[in-house]
């Protein structure tokens, strides 16, 4: 079988290709194909997976070109991670909109509107020559904004693309540990969209033990979203938040730390990446281990300005390993070799939540079998999330309309209407700043 990995040249790849290699079962991937637009971000990580592979008999071939046909070609899976302006684009996206006094992160608010801009006129591209290439392929998703992009990926390719984020996997993780029970075990009653979901129930041989970890401030404080969201919070909701809305519970004061850091996440790993990329062209230099100490020290830092203002602490050292990795290979598992199993995925709503049309992508537990993912049933949202999930699919679709017809009419609606832009004004200065910072953007007319 045959992954093809667009994005090749990307630091998280090592993640993928170390999955596979513990995967030794008939009808696993043989071969792996890297397509990236960089070709010295190609040979630093084919160097990293040629040490990873060291040792191991059946490890999958791995080939790169920088030839995006030549990739697609004869794929059975398309796994999707790029980065459309790369690390440099996503400063970018921060210090414009930090300058509005608004947030930058790069899957929501002005930041994930502006990436979104950048990156669905090429998703568009990649969808459509995976559809005339590899008909049969299924694509994964997990180019950000996941959601936006698997649905502005979804009407060309239909369900033949699947959007996957670690973020849900890593919560339902926590809460299950917290509770003494293992994950696989637990069912995750979990629903929104991608960065925008709310856990509402974990069953535990078909009983409900969120009620328990709620009405337990010392349980619920005892994990990363208690202390960052604060326990009074999760009681007042009834549910755990992914920890992306802390970003829009905690606006002021996470925009107050992102203006206050010495620099932005962005910037932090443009120069971190600037210096492994450089680190990996020296031979002495083991690339694998030079990745290793880049990759603890990644994730160590990450959303540190949002647990400083909670006070949340370091992270767990359980929270260091990744996920999104072990999602991809679950997927491809079930689907190549029929081994139903349920994860959470990015799927067409298909009538799922009542507040959505079909054709909106949402993140929901989904069954996947050989003939792809098939969401849940789930009960209705309240009041509250369900405004906040339809006004943020409303902005999505506005950037997909933008994208589709180079408006910059509907760009500026889309960051006007998103809930964490208060100003007709600002969306239409961070118009003006992101086009001017991005050549990406110059479609916008």
Same mark, same amino acid.
């Given at each position: 079988?045959?992954?093809?990995?667009?994005?090749?040249?990307?630091?998280?790849?090592?993640?993928?290709?170390?999955?596979?290699?513990?995967?030794?079962?008939?009808?696993?991937?043989?071969?792996?194909?890297?397509?990236?637009?960089?070709?010295? !971000?190609?040979?630093?990580?084919?160097?990293?997976?040629?040490?990873?592979?060291?040792?191991?008999?059946?490890?999958?071939?791995?080939?790169?070109?920088?030839?995006?046909?030549?990739?697609?070609?004869?794929?059975?899976?398309?796994?999707?991670? @790029?980065?459309?302006?790369?690390?440099?684009?996503?400063?970018?996206?921060?210090?414009?909109?930090?300058?509005?006094?608004?947030?930058?992160?790069?899957? *929501?608010?002005?930041?994930?509107?502006?990436?979104?801009?950048?990156?669905?006129?090429?998703?568009?591209?990649?969808?459509?020559?995976?559809?005339?290439?590899?008909?049969?392929?299924?694509?994964?998703?997990?180019?950000?904004?996941?959601?936006?992009?698997?649905?502005?990926?979804?009407?060309?390719?239909?369900?033949?693309?699947?959007?996957?984020?670690?973020?849900?996997?890593?919560?339902?993780?926590? @809460?299950? !540990?917290?509770?003494?029970?293992?994950?696989?075990?637990?069912?995750?009653?979990?629903?929104?969209?991608?960065?925008?979901?709310?856990?509402?129930?974990?069953?535990?041989?078909?009983?409900?033990?969120?009620? !328990?970890?709620?009405?337990?401030?010392?349980?619920?404080?005892?994990?990363?979203?208690?202390?960052?969201?604060?326990?009074?919070?999760?009681?007042?909701?009834?549910?755990?938040? &992914?920890?992306?809305?802390?970003?829009?519970?905690? &606006?002021?004061?996470?925009?107050?730390?992102?203006?206050?850091?010495?620099?932005?996440?962005?910037?932090?790993?443009?120069?971190?990446?600037?210096?492994?990329?450089?680190?990996?062209?020296?031979?002495?230099?083991?690339?694998?281990?030079?990745?290793?100490?880049?990759?603890?020290?990644?994730?160590?830092?990450?959303?540190?300005?949002?647990?400083?203002?909670?006070?949340?602490?370091?992270?767990?050292?359980?929270?260091?390993?990744?996920?999104?990795?072990?999602?991809?290979?679950?997927?491809?598992?079930?689907?190549?070799?029929?081994?139903?199993?349920?994860? @959470?995925?990015?799927?067409?709503?298909?009538?799922?939540?009542?507040?959505?049309?079909?054709?909106?992508?949402?993140?929901?537990?989904?069954?996947?079998?050989?003939?792809?993912?098939?969401?849940?049933?789930?009960?209705?949202?309240?009041?509250?999330?369900?405004?906040?999930?339809?006004?943020?699919?409303?902005?999505? !679709?506005?950037?997909?309309?933008?994208?589709?017809?180079?408006?910059?009419?509907?760009?500026?609606?889309?960051?006007?209407?998103?809930?964490? *832009?208060?100003?007709?004004?600002?969306?239409?200065?961070?118009?003006?700043?992101?086009?001017?910072?991005?050549?990406?953007?110059?479609?916008?007319?």
């Amino acid at each position: 079988m045959r992954l093809t990995i667009l994005g090749g040249g990307g630091f998280r790849v090592p993640l993928v290709y170390g999955a596979l290699l513990g995967d030794h079962a008939e009808g696993r991937v043989t071969r792996v194909a890297l397509h990236d637009v960089d070709a010295g !971000r190609l040979a630093a990580i084919g160097r990293v997976l040629a040490e990873q592979a060291a040792g191991v008999p059946d490890a999958p071939e791995v080939t790169w070109t920088t030839d995006l046909d030549e990739a697609l070609r004869g794929a059975d899976f398309v796994f999707s991670a @790029i980065r459309v302006g790369g690390l440099e684009g996503r400063a970018d996206d921060e210090r414009v909109a930090l300058g509005e006094g608004v947030l930058g992160q790069e899957t *929501v608010g002005a930041g994930g509107i502006a990436y979104g801009l950048r990156t669905v006129p090429v998703a568009v591209d990649i969808a459509r020559r995976a559809a005339r290439l590899a008909p049969d392929a299924w694509v994964i998703n997990f180019t950000n904004p996941a959601g936006l992009v698997t649905e502005a990926m979804s009407r060309h390719l239909g369900d033949r693309v699947i959007g996957i984020c670690d973020s849900p996997v890593g919560l339902g993780r926590r @809460i299950a !540990r917290v509770l003494g029970a293992r994950p696989e075990e637990a069912w995750i009653d979990y629903v929104g969209l991608n960065h925008l979901g709310w856990v509402r129930g974990l069953r535990i041989a078909g009983r409900d033990e969120l009620p !328990r970890l709620l009405a337990d401030p010392t349980l619920l404080g005892s994990f990363e979203e208690g202390r960052l969201f604060g326990t009074d919070w999760l009681r007042s909701l009834g549910a755990v938040p &992914n920890e992306y809305l802390h970003y829009y519970y905690f &606006n002021r004061e996470t925009v107050d730390a992102y203006r206050q850091a010495e620099r932005t996440r962005g910037a932090f790993l443009r120069d971190q990446q600037a210096r492994f990329y450089a680190g990996t062209r020296d031979p002495e230099t083991s690339a694998l281990a030079l990745w290793d100490r880049t990759r603890a020290e990644r994730e160590a830092t990450y959303m540190a300005e949002n647990r400083e203002t909670a006070g949340a602490g370091e992270r767990e050292a359980d929270d260091l390993s990744g996920g999104y990795e072990k999602v991809a290979l679950a997927l491809m598992r079930a689907i190549a070799r029929d081994e139903r199993t349920t994860l @959470i995925l990015n799927v067409r709503n298909r009538g799922t939540l009542a507040a959505l049309d079909a054709e909106a992508v949402i993140e929901v537990p989904c069954l996947v079998d050989a003939n792809g993912a098939h969401p849940v049933s789930v009960d209705p949202l309240p009041g509250h999330a369900t405004g906040l999930v339809c006004a943020v699919k409303a902005v999505e !679709r506005e950037v997909l309309a933008a994208a589709r017809s180079g408006s910059r009419e509907t760009a500026v609606k889309a960051f006007a209407l998103h809930p964490l *832009v208060d100003s007709v004004n600002v969306a239409r200065r961070l118009v003006d700043g992101y086009t001017a910072a991005h050549p990406g953007l110059a479609y916008l007319g």
